[in-house]
Every structure is written in C-alpha cells, then in structure tokens.
C-alpha cells in the first residue's frame, strides 16, 4: 500500500473545515450559556417574586390600618428581624408620590425603571437591577408599589457572566482546536487517496494502493471503492498494452506479406501470371486485415450500444445446420463429427446473419482446440421465454484461471498464441448476444470439452432502429 506523497498538501480545506466545527463549537457554547442562564435567572426570579407578593400583602395592611408611621416601623422591624431589604412607594391616582421609604440597608432604588419594566409575572411583578418588585391598587385609588432586592439574584448574575468572560476564550480555543484535530484525522484518508493519485500520475504505477483505516465506516468504504477502481484500472491498463502488442503481432504478419506480394509483383511485370498471382496474394492479405478491423468496429460498435440488427424470424435447426454447413470440410480433415440437434419447430426473432457469424466463431474455436477430442454438437432449446443455443465439445478446454477472461477484447490465452487468430472471437460473440439483449455464457475445464450458450429472447422487445 502506498501512504505517502512528494508534494505538500494543501490544508486551505481543512483550515476552513476546522475553522467552521469551532465556529459550530463556539455558538453550541454561547447558545447553552444563555439558555442555561435564561432558565436559572427565570428560576431565581419566580422564587423571589413570591416572597414579594407576600411581603407586599403586609406592606399593604400596615399603610390603611396606620399610614405611614405604621408603614415606617415595620420597614424597620423587618430590617432588624429577617435582614431583607425593601422599598415601598405609594403613588396617588394623579401619580403625585404620596410616600416612598425603605430599609436602611437597601441600595438606590430604580423606581423609574421598575415601572417602565414589562411585568414578567402575574400581578403585575417586574424586574430591574436586581430589585423586584410589585403593584397594588388600593381602594383609595392609591397605587402601593413593593420591592425587595435580591442579592442572591445579583450574586449569580455577576458569577455567572464571570464565568462565561473567564471560560469563554478557553473553550473556543478547546473547540478550534479539537476541531483541527478531528478534521486532521477524519481527512486523513482523503489525503492518501490524494496522495496515491498524485504518485499515479507522476510514475505511471498503477500498483499503488490506498491504505484502508482499521474502523468501518464511510471513509473505509471510500478506501476500499477507490482501490476496487485502482485495481480494475490497472487490468485495463495492462490488457490494453497485451492488446497492443498482439495486434502488433499479428498484423505484422499480414502487412509483411502483403509488402512482399507487392514488390514481387513489381519485379515480375513483364509476366502478367506472375503479377496477377502477387495481386491476388496482396488482396487476401489486405482482406485479412480488412476483417480484423472490421471486427474490431463491430465489438466497439456492440459494446457502445450502436450494432443494427435485421431482426426476422429464425428456425434454430435451419440456423444450426447452416453453421455446420461451413465447417463440414474441416470437420473430414479433423476426422471429428459435427452434430446438430435441435427441434425442427423452434422459431426465435434475430438476426440470421450476425448469430451465424457467432455461432460459427464458437465452432471454429471448438474444432481449433479440439485436441484428441472427436466431437462438436450444435443445439438449441427453449426454456420459455429464452431460446438457448448452444455449442458443446469434448476438446482440451479452457483453464480457471482463463475461464473469466475469455470474453475480453483482444485476450488470448497462453496455450492459444500458437493459433492463428486474433482473441476478437468471442469477445464478437458476447457482443452480438448483448445486441440481442441476450448473454453469452461458458462452462468449461481442462480435459473435459467446453459448453458455450448463447441465451437469447425469443421475442424482441426492443425494434432496431
């Protein structure tokens, strides 16, 4: 596996990626200290304001029963006996201040912003500064206003905010970099798969491999998905260059004797024989080459999607028995047997000519590979909606290692480079039995034959266009 990498990375991502989970940290933080101090000064000024609404009920009663010296000397009886700190403020129906007095060990009241204050509570209980406060409206259309200071309220408030100002830097600065951290690792893989890319192209070693993390999860999903890409481009690769070098091979084989057909031909001019036979030997040359090509296109053209089919109506046994046709002199020389067996009812739609050119290939690589095997059969059945041909022999078959490849354009196995031939032929055949929204299927061993099927519908369902 390849891990490392000859040019720095770039970190502006990841800069930005940390940079944006402190900012989320950050807010995450300050939105839980307000919340949380929302709900705690909620809390403590709910229980105040009961003990406000209590006193206020006192309050209340000392000033009609005894006005305000009554007022006054319990102010002052509470001050000694539970320490509170209060103010009271009675206003008449003209607002004119009729009385307003406290105990002595209250701080500055702010009468004016305790009145201007939204009540926060039911009967009418406001808040400011740490006072809060309460109003009643007499019988005498008098307004009795009641505060107590709460310093615990005040105590906290300012603790609390402390505690924010003193934690706050700190906590971002954690968040930032906790985020870098986590961002640094979680982006630890991209960087490899980057890294292997960069070596990639610099060297051309498709060998190289991402390094997997131990923990499941995407980013090992994302490791292991990028080497299965890797891996599959490398075969690719490495077909392609076999591919070449075959093709190389083997049209250099043609193109020399066709060189040679010609400039014999120019030196043996004043013999028309002579120069007609060197035409001929140049044409079949030229020919075989034609036909590499052409198969060539066909398989691109297949595989693209593009081939046109002549759909019509085809009797199996009739399209067996042509392809038998062909090879029935070959067949002799090879001193095998050729059968067909196939219902003379079976009707499939196709087309006629590019099937028999299929099933003509599967042949000639049965009778090519045929070894001390005697016997080729050609077959066709139906299993409903599927016609299935088939070609069946018992020649030297295909090793398990091969078995896979053998549909690849242009693979040809080790024991097969002796033969003439270009590894185009059943890379045709599964061409043309996708074209026909079919498969191409083989079945084969070392010593015991191979099977090759061909499973196509019976009915189109697609038209040619």
Same mark, same amino acid.
């Given at each position: 596996?390849?891990?490392?990498?000859?040019?720095?990375?770039?970190?502006?991502?990841?800069?930005?990626?940390?940079?944006?989970?402190?900012?989320?940290?950050?807010?995450?933080?300050?939105?839980?200290?307000?919340?949380?101090?929302?709900?705690?000064?909620?809390?403590?000024?709910?229980?105040?304001?009961?003990?406000?609404?209590?006193?206020?009920?006192?309050?209340?009663?000392?000033?009609?029963?005894?006005?305000?010296?009554?007022?006054?000397?319990?102010?002052?009886?509470?001050?000694?006996?539970?320490?509170?700190?209060?103010?009271?403020?009675?206003?008449?129906?003209?607002?004119?201040?009729?009385?307003?007095?406290?105990?002595?060990?209250a701080p500055d009241v702010p009468w004016a912003e305790l009145i201007r204050a939204p009540a926060a509570e039911s009967k009418g209980v406001r808040a400011a500064g740490g006072w809060i406060a309460t109003s009643t409206v007499l019988s005498s259309g008098e307004t009795l206003w009641t505060a107590r200071f709460s310093a615990v309220l005040v105590d906290v408030r300012t603790t609390y905010r402390g505690?924010?100002?003193?934690?706050?830097?700190?906590?971002?600065?954690?968040?930032?970099?906790?985020?870098?951290?986590?961002?640094?690792?979680?982006?630890?893989?991209?960087?490899?798969?980057?890294?292997?890319?960069?070596?990639?192209?610099?060297?051309?070693?498709?060998?190289?491999?991402?390094?997997?993390?131990?923990?499941?999860? *995407?980013?090992?999903?994302?490791? /292991? =998905?990028?080497?299965?890409? &890797? #891996?599959?481009? +490398? $075969?690719?690769?490495?077909? %392609?260059?076999?591919?070449?070098?075959?093709?190389?091979?083997?049209?250099?084989?043609?193109?020399?004797?066709?060189?040679?057909?010609?400039?014999?031909?120019?030196?043996?001019?004043? *013999?028309?024989?002579?120069?007609? /036979? =060197?035409?001929?030997?140049? &044409? #079949?040359?030229? +020919? $075989?080459?034609?036909?590499? %090509?052409?198969?060539?296109?066909?398989?691109?053209?297949?595989?693209?999607?593009?081939?046109?089919?002549?759909?019509?109506?085809?009797?199996?046994?009739?399209?067996?028995?042509?392809?038998?046709?062909?090879?029935?002199?070959?067949?002799?020389?090879?001193?095998?047997?050729?059968?067909? $067996?196939?219902?003379?009812? %079976?009707?499939?739609?196709?087309?006629?000519?590019?099937?028999?050119?299929?099933?003509?290939?599967?042949?000639?690589?049965?009778?090519?590979?045929?070894?001390?095997?005697?016997?080729?059969?050609?077959?066709?059945?139906?299993?409903?909606?599927?016609?299935?041909?088939?070609?069946?022999?018992?020649?030297?078959?295909?090793?398990?290692?091969?078995?896979?490849?053998?549909?690849?354009?242009?693979?040809?196995?080790?024991?097969?480079?002796?033969?003439?031939?270009?590894?185009?032929?059943?890379?045709?055949?599964?061409?043309?039995?996708?074209?026909?929204?079919?498969?191409?299927?083989?079945?084969?061993?070392?010593?015991?034959?191979?099977?090759?099927?061909?499973?196509?519908?019976?009915?189109?369902?697609?038209?040619?266009?």
């Amino acid at each position: 596996m390849f891990s490392g990498t000859s040019e720095r990375p770039d970190w502006r991502f990841s800069l930005r990626l940390a940079l944006g989970v402190g900012g989320l940290f950050a807010v995450a933080v300050i939105t839980l200290y307000f919340g949380a101090g929302t709900l705690l000064d909620r809390a403590l000024t709910k229980e105040e304001a009961s003990l406000v609404l209590d006193r206020s009920e006192d309050i209340r009663l000392a000033w009609q029963n005894s006005g305000d010296d009554g007022l006054t000397n319990l102010l002052k009886e509470l001050e000694a006996t539970t320490g509170e700190q209060l103010a009271v403020r009675v206003e008449a129906a003209d607002h004119a201040v009729v009385f307003s007095g406290g105990t002595a060990n209250a701080p500055d009241v702010p009468w004016a912003e305790l009145i201007r204050a939204p009540a926060a509570e039911s009967k009418g209980v406001r808040a400011a500064g740490g006072w809060i406060a309460t109003s009643t409206v007499l019988s005498s259309g008098e307004t009795l206003w009641t505060a107590r200071f709460s310093a615990v309220l005040v105590d906290v408030r300012t603790t609390y905010r402390g505690l924010f100002a003193t934690a706050l830097g700190p906590l971002l600065l954690a968040g930032v970099v906790g985020g870098g951290l986590l961002v640094f690792f979680a982006l630890r893989p991209l960087r490899r798969t980057v890294a292997v890319m960069r070596h990639i192209v610099q060297t051309g070693d498709w060998a190289a491999r991402v390094t997997p993390p131990k923990t499941a999860g *995407e980013m090992r999903n994302l490791a /292991e =998905a990028f080497n299965a890409v &890797l #891996e599959r481009q +490398q $075969r690719l690769v490495e077909r %392609l260059r076999q591919s070449l070098d075959h093709v190389a091979h083997d049209l250099r084989t043609p193109l020399t004797r066709l060189r040679m057909a010609v400039e014999s031909g120019m030196e043996k001019t004043v *013999e028309a024989s002579a120069a007609r /036979e =060197a035409l001929a030997d140049s &044409l #079949e040359e030229a +020919q $075989r080459v034609q036909a590499t %090509l052409d198969t060539l296109m066909d398989v691109a053209e297949a595989e693209a999607g593009a081939m046109k089919l002549r759909r019509e109506k085809i009797i199996a046994f009739d399209l067996l028995t042509e392809v038998a046709e062909l090879y029935e002199f070959i067949v002799e020389e090879k001193g095998a047997k050729l059968e067909v $067996r196939a219902a003379p009812e %079976l009707e499939f739609d196709g087309d006629r000519v590019r099937l028999r050119r299929a099933l003509a290939n599967l042949v000639d690589n049965a009778l090519k590979y045929l070894g001390d095997g005697h016997s080729v059969v050609l077959s066709a059945e139906s299993n409903g909606r599927d016609m299935v041909l088939r070609v069946q022999d018992d020649g030297l078959g295909i090793s398990p290692e091969d078995l896979p490849r053998i549909w690849d354009r242009l693979f040809r196995a080790d024991r097969s480079r002796t033969a003439p031939g270009m590894g185009l032929g059943l890379s045709l055949v599964k061409a043309i039995a996708e074209a026909h929204e079919g498969t191409a299927e083989a079945d084969s061993a070392p010593g015991r034959g191979s099977i090759f099927l061909l499973r196509l519908p019976r009915v189109a369902t697609v038209k040619a266009g």
